[in-house]
C-alpha cells in the first residue's frame, strides 16, 4: 500500500509537469550562433561501467542505428569529438537497458548516463539540443513512475489481485496520455521550426496524425523538402491511404449488412516475418479456430515490459481453451529481443521481428504496446485493448 501512495503522488506531479516552475526553458541568449563550435564534443560520465565499452550511434528513421566510433569508459568516464553535417538525434549506449538519446549538434554537450534511463541528464552549449534536454527531463519524470509501477504490477500479478491489477491499468493509461500531452504540447507550441521537425521525426508514432498534419503544414517550404521533411510527409500519406482503405472497406460492407444491428469485423491482414530460429512465420500458419492475440511490443518499450506480466497471465489461464499469443516485436537489436522474450517468461514459440514496422503499419500502429483480437473466422474483434477489458473480450471469443 505504501508503493500505491508513491505512484499516486508520483502521477499527480507528472501531470502538472507543465506547470512545472523548477523547469525553465534556456535563456533567448544562449542561440545556436553564439554557442556552435567547429564539431562536437560529448563530455560523458557514468554510474558503475568503468572498463566498458560506450558508443555513439545516429540513429535513422525507425529506430535503426549506424555506429559512429567506439570508445572505453575510464574511471567512469568517457569522450566523444568529431562534426555532424546537420542536427539529428544520436544514440550514447552501453549496453541494452544503459542508453542516452541526444539531438547532436556541433557544441559541447554534458552527459550523464545512470544504472536507471530515468536517472539520465543530458545539458548542451546549442540552443536546440538544450531545448530537447528539457523535454528529455520532463519525461524522465515519466520513466520513473513507469520503472515503480512496473514493480507494483509485478506483485499484484504474483498475487493474483485483480482488483489492484485493474487499477494500475488505469493508472498506466494516465501515465501514455501525460506523455502524449506533454510530448504534443511541445511540438505545437515551440517555434523553433527545425527543432520541432525533428522532434515529430523522432516521436512521430507516439503522436496523433492530427498533430503531425498540422506540424507539417506549419513547416517552412525549406524543412518540408528536407531529408525529416519527406519523412513526416511520407508518414501522413501512408496513415491517409490506410484511412481511406478502412473506410472504403466500411462503406461497402454496409451495403450488404443486414437491417439489424451487427458488429462489423474485418479480415485480418496477412503477413509474415522471421523468427528466433530464423524460420518464417505467417498470420495463416496460425491454426484456424484459435482466439489470436496480436500483441505488438519491444524490448525497449517500458510500458510493453509493465504489461508483460499481464500477457503471460492470459497465456496460462487460457491458452487449453484455445487462446494463440502472437508476439511482434519492433525491436532492432536481435539480441535484446531475444533475451526480453526470455526475462519477462514468453513461453509461446510464436514469436516474429517486425524491424522495419512493416507489420505495425500494415495494422495501422501508431505506437506501442498495441494489442488486437482476431477471432475464430479470422476476423479483428478488437484492437487497444489492455487488463480486465483485454481479458473480458478474450473470454467473449472463446466462448463464440
Known amino acids: 500500500m505504501k508503493k500505491y501512495g508513491i505512484i499516486c503522488v508520483l502521477i499527480v506531479c507528472f501531470l502538472s509537469c507543465e506547470n512545472d516552475t523548477k523547469v525553465t526553458k534556456p535563456t533567448e541568449t544562449t542561440t545556436e550562433k553564439e554557442k556552435i563550435v567547429d564539431g562536437y564534443l560529448i563530455n560523458g560520465t557514468t554510474v558503475k561501467a568503468n572498463g566498458q565499452k560506450i558508443s555513439l550511434y545516429e540513429v535513422h528513421p ?14 567512469n568516464q568517457f569522450k566523444f569529438t568529431g562534426k555532424v553535417e546537420n542536427l539529428d538525434f544520436y544514440l550514447v549506449k552501453i ?20 544504472d536507471k534511463s530515468y536517472k539520465n ?42 482488483e489492484k491489477i485493474a487499477e494500475l491499468n488505469e493508472k498506466l493509461a494516465e501515465f501514455e496520455d501525460f506523455k ?36 507539417y503544414d506549419s513547416l517552412p517550404s525549406k524543412i518540408q523538402s528536407n531529408t525529416t521533411g519527406k519523412f513526416i510527409a511520407n508518414y501522413i500519406e501512408k496513415k491517409e491511404k490506410i484511412k481511406e482503405l478502412t473506410v472504403d472497406v466500411l462503406t461497402n460492407t454496409k451495403t450488404i449488412l443486414p437491417k ?9 491482414y496477412t503477413f509474415s516475418g522471421k523468427t528466433i530460429d530464423g524460420s518464417t512465420l505467417s498470420l495463416p500458419n496460425i491454426t484456424t479456430g484459435n482466439v489470436i492475440l496480436i500483441d505488438f511490443w519491444a524490448s525497449w518499450c517500458q510500458p510493453c515490459r509493465v504489461q508483460s506480466p499481464h500477457i503471460v497471465s492470459l497465456y496460462k489461464k487460457y491458452k487449453d481453451r ?13 539480441t ?11 513461453t509461446w514459440n510464436t514469436h516474429i521481428i517486425d524491424v522495419n514496422k512493416s507489420i ?11 494489442t488486437v483480437l482476431i477471432d475464430k473466422n479470422g476476423k479483428i474483434a478488437a484492437e487497444k485493448l489492455s487488463g480486465n477489458g483485454l481479458e473480458a473480450k478474450i473470454k467473449q471469443l472463446l466462448n463464440e
Open 260 to 268: 439489424k444491428k451487427t458488429e462489423f469485423r474485418p479480415t485480418a
Open 62 to 75: 525507425n529506430d535503426s542505428l549506424h555506429l559512429v566510433t567506439t570508445t572505453t569508459v575510464l574511471n
Open 180 to 215: 502524449r500531452r506533454r510530448i504534443s504540447s511541445f511540438v505545437t507550441n515551440n517555434r523553433e521550426k527545425p527543432l520541432v521537425a525533428l522532434i515529430v521525426k523522432d516521436q512521430i508514432d507516439f503522436l496523433d496524425l492530427k498533430v503531425v498534419k498540422q506540424v
Open 95 to 114: 549496453d541494452s537497458s544503459r542508453k542516452c538519446k541526444l539531438l547532436l549538434s556541433n557544441s559541447t554537450h554534458e552527459v550523464l548516463i545512470s
Open 360 to 370: 505495425a503499419f500494415r495494422y495501422g500502429i501508431e505506437a506501442i504496446p498495441h
Open 322 to 334: 484455445g487462446l494463440v499469443i502472437l508476439s511482434i516485436s519492433e525491436d532492432t537489436n536481435e
Open 336 to 346: 535484446a529481443w531475444v533475451k526480453a522474450i526470455e526475462n519477462d517468461h514468453f
Open 121 to 162: 541528464d543530458i545539458s548542451s552549449d546549442n540552443y536546440f539540443s538544450n531545448s530537447y534536454a528539457l523535454l528529455h527531463y520532463q519525461l524522465n519524470k515519466f520513466r520513473q513512475g513507469e520503472y515503480l509501477y512496473r514493480d507494483i504490477y509485478k506483485n499484484a500479478v504474483q498475487q493474483n489481485n485483480t
